[in-house]
């Protein structure tokens, strides 16, 4: 059967059509369809996703007469109401509405003030969305249509895709310290309208069963991989207290260094713009359901533990911090800031040194994730009832079976205790 509009949303309508295509320039839409996805199983857990494709046929796109097409990429909240509340989609999507909508709205407008010669915008655009807590949508323009294209989640990242989400992520964080240096009180009005909802105490009950059965497959990778050593010893040391507390630590304090995070900084949420013979030239961020307020270095532990191997960190660790870095700097300088007072590179080191283990905590949820086959992945409409489950119970997690596997887990806090950040 062909999807209809309302299958989206029902706030998702005609009307909301129109209005993307006339804020890309053109009159009205004319026709729409829907595309093949192309999302695999397990992508969003959160969300359904759509692709639309939108045509103006009012409208010339250039000299050769096509008309005016536009392809969405759009997340609706799940129809499942089991699924939604199992899952709590609506804090999800309300956190990622705001972020578009007033945090990164007022970012553009902050930047466009001030004419920087490269202005950020590797994020993706959003076209238009809606909360009611029940028919949420966000419409994103599709990247795939610029030739914009994921990298495999289950082989970890090369040093080219690495270093271009480094650079990524502080050209990002840099507009936080800039607008929080040149207007503290439009930046302070941004961060009150987003919030933490993945770590927060309201939460725990939510969350922390789950949270106790990866940090019993952490260990279990440890024991085998690096079992009777000094890992072993600090890993036990590192979870014995309430760990899900720890990362609500983690998340919330801040100081003069924090920033707007992206949040779920992890594969899946990057896509790269390749060269003729495969070599990344650029990067663009999606999706901000976890977008939160604090330390830089929780977007960029959380990164470097879930996205890369233990080889390339310790062949290349620090030129991923210096590439972070300098682009966060050149950001800053291009916004009007001075980089060596705002944010100097003892300061990022020292941030790492307080937050980067916390890279080790949602490392040892994404990459057991990671490695699991399409056919371990849960289906989450088989939620049957109308009311939350335990999480613990759709999300099924087992101990990692290939040494492989335990090896890329347990490497993690390896590459941790060799930093000092364990200590």
């Known amino acids: 059967m062909t999807p209809k509009l309302e299958d989206v949303s029902p706030l998702f309508t005609e009307v909301v059509l129109d209005d993307i295509i006339r804020a890309k320039g053109g009159n009205k839409c004319t026709s729409w369809q829907f595309d093949d996805g192309g999302f695999g199983k397990g992508d969003s857990y959160l969300s359904e996703v759509f692709r639309i494709s939108l045509e103006d046929n009012t409208c010339c796109k250039d000299e050769s007469g096509s008309p005016l097409k536009v392809k969405l990429v759009v997340k609706s909240i799940p129809k499942n109401v089991g699924r939604r509340k199992t899952f709590r989609s609506d804090n999800f999507f309300q956190n990622e509405i705001n972020f578009y909508n007033i945090v990164m709205k007022e970012f553009y407008a902050f930047q466009q003030a001030r004419c920087p010669k490269a202005p950020f915008d590797e994020s993706s655009l959003c076209l238009a969305a809606s909360a009611d807590g029940v028919n949420d949508f966000i419409a994103l323009e599709d990247l795939n249509q610029f030739g914009y294209a994921s990298a495999s989640r289950q082989n970890g990242v090369g040093l080219p895709e690495c ?82 507390d720890k990362m609500v630590y983690f998340t919330h304090t801040r100081n003069q260094n924090s920033v707007i995070n992206h949040g779920d900084c992890w594969m899946p949420n990057f896509l790269f713009l390749c060269d003729a013979n495969g070599v990344p030239q650029r990067a663009k961020m999606l999706d901000y359901q976890l977008a939160r307020y604090s330390s830089p270095a929780l977007d960029i532990s959380f990164f470097i533990y879930s996205c ?16 972070y870095h300098e682009s966060l700097s050149e950001m800053l300088r291009d916004l009007g800031s001075d980089p060596e007072q705002l944010f100097p590179y003892f300061e990022l080191q020292k ?32 939620i049957q009832k109308d009311e939350a489950v335990p999480i613990e119970g759709v ?18 806090f390896k590459h941790a205790i060799s930093c000092g950040y364990l200590d």
């Open 308 to 323: 890369t191997s233990q080889a390339l960190r310790e062949a290349h660790y620090e030129d991923m911090l210096k590439s």
């Open 163 to 244: 270093l271009l989400c480094m650079q990524t992520l502080g050209r990002f964080h840099a507009l936080s310290l800039a607008m929080k240096d040149q207007d503290p009180d439009k930046f302070h009005f941004l961060v009150k309208n987003i919030k933490d909802t993945y770590y927060a105490s309201e939460f725990k009950g939510w969350y922390n069963n789950f949270i106790n059965i990866q940090i019993g497959i952490a260990k279990d990778a440890v024991k085998q991989e690096y079992g009777g050593t000094e890992i072993e010893e600090k890993v036990e040391k590192f979870f014995n207290c309430d760990f899900y």
């Open 351 to 382: 941030e790492m040194r307080e937050f980067g283990r916390f890279g080790c905590g949602m490392g040892m949820e994404s990459v057991p994730f990671s490695l699991l086959d399409e056919n371990e992945v849960a289906d989450l409409d088989q």
């Open 395 to 412: 999300w099924k997690l087992q101990k990692i079976k290939t040494q492989e596997g335990r090896r890329r887990l347990a490497d993690i």
